[in-house]
């Protein structure tokens, strides 16, 4: 069994990244490229049997490039490491998304396989309805929408629902059924609004009352702080020209001014654009 799955483990590293379609997005080429040579990088890996190495390779180039076809080649590593958590989730993740034309001979076999051998050793939850909240089983992130079942580790576990927390434990190869509630499954299209009044755009008036606060404090800020700097230096005489006071020094002021309000005026720039964008 080792041999073969080395061996498919290869294969599909080898052909994760190339056998996609390339992109026109040239951001999104340069990560299938830095992928496949992770991809190739973790096959060495694995062959010297480093799978803590294989693994980060491999999660990498997921996350580059979420090719779900990584995800065959991640489950034969959490498995060859005893995560057989890890390892039946990427197995079920990788029978759902790919396609049958787009595996390699033998993956669909040696997956079906994997899984039931996997779950004598883990605890099985099935749902009586597909999700339509969320569900936190312990601190792990929420179930998406649509769930059915999910498999966790033997032991007790904490099934936080939209309206009741729920508490139990499986042993290894047990399934419990969860109960969700209907409650969920209320549409907000089938709320009456035809009598209701508008409600107002709150966010708009904000948002023009904003634009032009700044732009006028803006502009008011420019035109003391250039008068500012246009009497920087002036004598103010009581009896000119023989008594005279010391020049004025308002040349800082002004710039500060000046700088002040150039920024206000051009967020109120930015505003008026985004207003007009919005509108």
């Not at 190339?18 to 040239?26: F, H, L, M, V």
């Not at 002021?253 to 007009?276: E, K, Q, R, T, W």
Request: net charge positive; charged share 20%; glycine share 8%.
């Amino acid at each position: 069994m080792k041999a073969r799955a080395l061996c498919l483990l290869l294969l599909c590293c080898s052909a994760t990244a190339t056998a996609d379609s390339r992109s026109d997005d040239p951001q999104k080429e340069r990560a299938r490229l830095v992928a496949r040579s992770l991809t190739q990088e973790a096959t060495q890996s694995f062959e010297r049997r480093d799978y803590g190495k294989t693994q980060t390779l491999l999660e990498a180039a997921y996350m580059l490039y979420a090719s779900e076809k990584i995800q065959y080649s991640l489950a034969r590593v959490y498995e060859a490491q005893g995560q057989r958590l890890l390892a039946m989730r990427s197995y079920q993740q990788f029978l759902r998304k790919v396609p049958m034309s787009d595996r390699l001979p033998g993956q669909t076999e040696d997956a079906t396989t994997a899984i039931n051998r996997l779950q004598k050793d883990l605890g099985h939850l099935v749902f009586s309805r597909a999700l339509l909240s969320a569900v936190r089983i312990d601190e792990e992130p929420p179930l998406p929408r649509g769930t059915i079942d999910a498999w966790v580790e033997p032991g007790t576990h904490r099934l936080v629902m939209q309206d009741d927390i729920e508490q139990l434990g499986l042993g290894a190869g047990e399934t419990k059924t969860v109960k969700v509630s209907d409650a969920s499954a209320e549409s907000i299209t089938t709320v009456d609004v035809s009598g209701q009044a508008p409600v107002a755009n709150t966010s708009r008036t904000g948002l023009r009352a904003a634009k032009w606060t700044l732009g006028v404090l803006g502009i008011s800020a420019l035109a003391v702080g250039g008068a500012l700097l246009g009497v920087d230096g002036l004598r103010r005489c009581n009896n000119f020209p023989t008594m005279c006071n010391d020049p004025l020094a308002t040349q800082w002021p002004g710039v500060g001014l000046l700088v002040g309000g150039g920024v206000m005026f051009g967020i109120s720039a930015a505003l008026f654009g985004v207003d007009a964008r919005h509108r």
